[in-house]
């Protein structure tokens, strides 16, 4: 029997795509991974969390482990609300929707706007897993470039005049990661931001913000294009991944009412009520605000060792573009093919994902290369430049 021939024709092509995470590189042991965007390990709150669970279940007993859950879901809403209220996102119960993780919202956005024919408009570099979700859905793309001041507004105008001129489809959404984004480490400015929303109005599109690293600020953050959205049309998703833990998988997706109840009758109940419930009692019993600050402060350490070392070891030719928050350093080295260039930093011992991963044209990424400054240690980021730096000078030969 031939199971593929059961397959939906949307599931046939998006079986044509590369393989879910295919741009992870192979890191041998003690290999020093630049590549990795988690957090630092000391930095997640092991101790905290193990408390607030062993207080759940003191409490709770097997509740939090049946279907319906804990009250404390409830909580966790009432917890996420707060931090956007601080975000000076103002949401009602029927504006957010908790999900697993970001990816899930993303994909559930995806599920109710995407059919075959929907063009999507994309940045470009942009975060590679949300790229996969949308080719699942969709091959149609417009994609559109990313300089040190985030997405080029005036370019995707450009863009969107010319295809009403000539009766091309115009996207039905956008996808963004305006600030600190994966994986340039660039923030879109306050004046690109109110360009964009005024595009959305003008040509009728929705704009999908992905907020993953909004809070990770190093000294201030502009307001979020859901804060500055006075008419509806941007779906805000943010996660708890990157400040607290991942593999609680905690997303949401704020958006108007009635995407929200879309969105929730394809999630059904596909929640993960326990990690709800430990994630809601950990945040009860936490001074969120002071653990931002911590984090805040450890980034940027971090950040400024891997750009001093950068300076130090990377030949003079090599470019990047330095952060203001989040966990990415963006390098482009002119000449060098970063694909073939990581097969030697492994052997090297040192890891980092090529450029070509975030493209939807791969040939427009091969001079690029995406650093992790989050997850190793300061001395770790030292000695991982250091070879890095080797390696390319070999190669630049």
């Known amino acids: 029997m031939n199971i593929e021939s059961f397959f939906s024709e949307n599931t046939k092509k998006a079986l044509e795509n590369n393989p879910p995470g295919e741009w992870m590189p192979e890191t041998p042991n ?29 409490e709770e007993e097997d509740l939090p482990f ?9 909580n966790l809403k009432r917890q996420i609300q707060k931090r956007l209220v601080e975000r000076q996102i103002d949401v009602s119960d029927g504006e957010l929707l908790i999900t697993s993780g970001a990816c899930q919202a993303i994909d559930l956005i995806a599920r109710i706007l995407i059919t075959n024919d929907t063009t999507v408009a994309i940045e470009a570099p942009t975060y590679m897993e949300a790229l996969e979700i949308f080719q699942n859905y969709t091959h149609n793309f417009i994609s559109i470039p990313v300089d040190q001041f985030g997405l080029q507004t005036l370019e995707f105008e450009k863009i969107l005049v010319e295809r009403k001129g000539k009766g091309l ?50 000294d201030k953050c502009l307001l979020s294009l859901k804060a500055l959205d006075k008419k509806g049309r941007v779906l805000h998703v943010g996660s708890l ?72 070891f990377l030949p003079k030719s090599v470019s990047w573009h330095i952060p203001e928050g989040g966990y990415f350093v963006w390098i482009k080295i002119t000449g060098v093919d970063t694909g073939g260039l990581l097969t030697k930093a492994l052997l090297e011992g040192v890891s980092f994902v090529p450029g070509k991963h975030f493209f939807l044209d791969q040939n427009a990424g091969k001079e690029f290369l995406r650093l992790s400054f989050s997850y190793s240690s300061e001395k770790e980021i030292v000695q991982g430049i250091k070879k890095l730096g080797k390696v390319v000078k070999g190669y630049l030969k």
Request: proline share 7%; hydrophobic share 40%.
């Open 169 to 218: 489809p115009l996207p039905r959404f956008l996808y963004t990661i305006p600030t600190f984004q994966n994986p340039t480490g660039t923030t879109m400015t306050l004046h690109r931001r109110q360009h964009l929303l005024e595009l959305a109005s003008e040509y009728n599109f929705l704009i999908l913000e992905d907020d993953a690293y909004g809070e990770l600020f190093f």
């Open 241 to 312: 991944s990157k400040v607290v833990a991942p593999g609680l998988r905690i997303g949401w997706v704020v958006g108007p009412s009635k995407s929200i109840t879309a969105l929730a009758w394809f999630k059904k109940d596909l929640d993960h009520p326990f990690s709800q419930a430990a994630m809601a009692t950990y945040l009860d019993n936490t001074d969120f605000q002071l653990r931002l600050n911590v984090l805040r402060g450890r980034y940027r350490t971090k950040c400024e060792v891997l750009i001093l070392a950068l300076e130090k």
């Open 66 to 74: 049946h279907y319906l859950g804990s009250p404390r879901m409830a």
């Open 30 to 58: 003690k290999c020093i991974r630049l590549s990795s965007g988690f957090p630092e390990p000391s930095l997640v709150p092991v101790t905290e969390l193990k408390k607030a669970i062993v207080g759940l279940l003191e």
